[in-house]
Structures are given as structure tokens and as C-alpha cells.
């Protein structure tokens, strides 16, 4: 009796750690799904003001303005992750979409430069940071839905996690990247002011689509 007792005194103390940590879990989750989500509509900002800008509605002077103030604004969110109490099992997807977000912020600065000066380069720059970003974040989320699911244990290696939350995060990725190309080559009206800006706009959804092809599991 007295070691059933024990037994049950040991699993009690397991159950208790664990509706802990779940609770702890669901709290941080909250915190950092409103990261995230004030990422999201701050980068929607950030591509609305192009729009205003190549619709005649701002001037160069007013679209760099704010986008000095979107970077402000921009470190002011990521220095959030710093704050946030993950239990052990979620610091990894912390530090991965706390990279994400530095390296999208490091591709709006590229690009801001590239309407800044005109300089090509900074354009390719700023779409090889956005890829980093997004690779980040595809390993970000993988890493959190291992550790919520749990799949991810103290004790264990990350194994992988479900495949439907993987897949339609691919797949909304994939498509802000096309957006993306219609906002950099498509004129008002939806088609483009030169043959070279078609021929770009097409290589740019191309590699859209070969990176979800890549990151469909």
C-alpha cells in the first residue's frame, strides 16, 4: 500500500507539473500570437503605403517618412519577444520567430533603400532577407506546434509536427509573396508599364511558387 501510495503521490506531482506548464503554455502562446499578428498588420502597412505612394496619393518624401517611422515601430515589436516567459520546451520557436521577424525587418530596410536611391541591389537583397524570413518562420511555427501538440518533450528531440498547420502556413506564405510581386511590378490597373516589368513579375511568382513547392512537407 505504502509504495501505491508513493506511486500515486509521484504521479500526482507529474499531472500537477504538467497542467502547469500547459497553462504557462497557453498564456505565453496568447502573447506571442499578438506578436505575430502586429507583425502581420504592420507589414500590411508597410506594403498599403507603396501603394499610396505609386497611386499619385503621397509623395517619395511622405512614403519615406513612414517608413522611417515603420522600422521604429518595427524594433519596438521584436524587442517584445524579449520579454516573453516561454516555458523550456517553446524558447526554440521564440528565438526562430524572433529571427524571422529581425530578418524581415533587415528586408524592409533593403527595400526601403532600393525606393530610396533606385540601387537594383537592394532590391535583391531585400527579397533574399524575405526568403530567410520566411524559412525562420516555417521553422518557427514547426518547432511550436511540436512543443503545443506535445510532440516536443524536455527529454526528447523536436519530431515532426502536424502537417495540416505546416502545409497552410506554406501555403498564405507562398501567397504574401506573390502579392508581393504584383505590388512591386503591377501598375494600377493590374498590368505592367513595361515588357520587362511582365518578364519580372513572372520570374518573381515563379520563385513564389518553387519555394512552396520546397516547403510543402
Do not use: N
Not at 11 to 25: N, P
Not at 111 to 117: A, D, F, L, P, S
Not at 201 to 215: F, I, L, Y
Amino acid at each position: 500500500m505504502l509504495a501505491a501510495a508513493g506511486t500515486i503521490v509521484v504521479i500526482a506531482a507529474y499531472s500537477y507539473a504538467d497542467d502547469l506548464t500547459r497553462q504557462k503554455g497557453l498564456q505565453f502562446g496568447a502573447e506571442l500570437e499578438r506578436i505575430q499578428e502586429d507583425v502581420k498588420q504592420l507589414q500590411t502597412k508597410f506594403y498599403s503605403q507603396r501603394t499610396l505612394w505609386t497611386e499619385g496619393d503621397i509623395t517619395k518624401e511622405q512614403l519615406l517618412d513612414s517608413y522611417d517611422a515603420h522600422l521604429e515601430e518595427f524594433a519596438g515589436i521584436i524587442s517584445r519577444y524579449d520579454v516573453l516567459e516561454p516555458p523550456d520546451i517553446f524558447e526554440g520557436s521564440v528565438e526562430l520567430l524572433k529571427t524571422s521577424s529581425q530578418t524581415q525587418m533587415e528586408s524592409d530596410s533593403h527595400y526601403i533603400e532600393w525606393i530610396r536611391t533606385g540601387d537594383g541591389s537592394e532590391k535583391v537583397r531585400s527579397d533574399a532577407r524575405l526568403q530567410e524570413s520566411l524559412d525562420y518562420e516555417m521553422l518557427g511555427i514547426a518547432e511550436f506546434y511540436a512543443a503545443k501538440s506535445g510532440v516536443k518533450r524536455y527529454d526528447q528531440e523536436p519530431f515532426t509536427p502536424p502537417q495540416a498547420g505546416i502545409a497552410q502556413r506554406v501555403v498564405q506564405a507562398a501567397q504574401a509573396m506573390t502579392d508581393r510581386c504584383d505590388v512591386d511590378f503591377k501598375d494600377r490597373s493590374g498590368g505592367f508599364e513595361s515588357e520587362q516589368h511582365s518578364i519580372d513579375w513572372q520570374g518573381c511568382v515563379d520563385s513564389a511558387q518553387e519555394w512552396k513547392t520546397e516547403h510543402l512537407p
